[in-house]
């Protein structure tokens, strides 16, 4: 790009997460902190494509630049005023940003970047706030509500079982699940079965073993709006650590959120939320990548979820 056009372009700030869903809603809060501290400048996400939907809720980025992990980013990244890695602490996703010839860098301590060192121990939230506030951009780790989405939910107020998430480690039993959604709809609560399309086996299993009818399986069914509303508009949603989990905190929607290899004081909900994190925590193993379910979510039994149920919604006992 030529110094003459440079001239004329915006201030930019080019933030990377490159990621997936519940990794794009913990980074919620700082995204709204860098909107409040350039409120002149166009905020660019690169993250991955099919978040823009979600991306466009947080009301605080301008553009997203479709990216696939910490593959080089295009033209419209080139030469931003800041670049913000709230991916990792380097060093390729450092490389990444400095690939684009950012004049300002905020990031944590290593790859040639200065700025506070990388923790293990904290919340998610917490740490990418922390960071910017180490970079003098004051963020609040709650200020993670999303907007509502503009299509209708496919089954509002229904409650949400997603069985489903990435890795074996997160599996809760199916037939921990099923007895769950025999008793809430033995309650009379409408019951739902959400998951990827490649989680619809594992969707129609429950839902075929609890009684559910077929049009209770939303699993490889619903586009992200469709799940973002669903989410926002559900009663209740009952989940391991997964995205699904995240958008539950970022409605405010009353949720049981399961967790196995990575403690809820690294991932949890908000503790001013209607949210119970349930985990066996002397006994996890820790391997997120396990294809077996992590032992701290094999502590969690079925009369557990049931009881934060009834403390979430009293009137259906």
């Known amino acids: 790009m030529r ?12 933030a990377l997460r490159a990621l997936k869903l519940g990794d794009l809603l913990v980074a919620v809060p700082a995204l709204r902190a860098l909107r409040r501290a350039f409120p002149n400048h166009l ?11 979600v991306v466009r809720l947080t009301r605080a980025v301008d553009q997203v630049l479709p990216t696939r992990g910490l593959a080089p980013l295009g033209p419209l990244a080139w030469r931003p005023d800041v670049a913000v890695n709230l991916h990792g602490a ?8 400095d690939a ?6 905020i990031g944590h301590a290593g790859a040639g970047w200065s700025g506070p060192a990388w923790r293990d121990d904290i919340h998610e939230r917490e740490r990418w706030c922390r960071l910017l506030a180490a970079h003098d951009v004051p963020a609040d780790p709650d200020d993670l509500l999303l907007a509502r989405p503009d299509v209708a939910s496919p089954a509002p107020g229904a409650v949400v079982l997603h069985p489903g998430a990435a890795h074996g480690s997160r599996h809760w039993p199916v037939d921990r699940f099923v007895a769950v959604a025999r008793t ?22 429950v839902a075929a073993l609890a009684g559910l ?14 799940l973002t509303a669903l989410v926002a508009d559900a009663r209740l949603v009952i989940s391991a650590d997964t995205g699904v989990a995240h958008l539950s905190y970022a409605y405010r929607t009353p949720s049981v959120v399961l967790f196995g ?16 994190a349930l985990s066996d925590d002397a006994a996890r193993r820790g391997d997120p990548f396990a294809a077996d379910p992590d032992p701290a979510l094999l502590g969690v039994g079925v009369d557990a979820v049931l009881d ?3 403390r979430l919604l009293p009137d259906h006992h």
């Not at 110094?3 to 080019?14: G, H, I, N």
């Not at 380097?90 to 940003?97: A, M, Y």
């Not at 009818?213 to 469709?226: C, E, I, M, S, W």
């Open 213 to 226: 009818p077929d049009a209770a399986v939303l699993a490889g069914r619903t586009d992200l709006p469709q």
């Open 3 to 14: 110094r003459d056009e440079d001239d004329v372009l915006p201030p930019r700030v080019v």
């Open 184 to 205: 809430l709809v033995g309650r009379g609560l409408p019951v739902v079965v959400t998951g990827a399309g490649a989680e619809r086996e594992r969707a129609e299993e």
């Open 261 to 276: 290899p990575v403690p809820a004081a690294w991932w949890g909900p908000p503790a001013n939320g209607p949210h119970v």
């Open 100 to 105: 684009v010839r950012p004049r300002r860098r």
């Open 90 to 97: 380097g060093p390729r996703s450092s490389q990444v940003l």
């Open 308 to 310: 934060a149920v009834d």
């Open 43 to 53: 905020i660019q996400l690169a993250t991955s494509g099919w978040l823009a939907p």
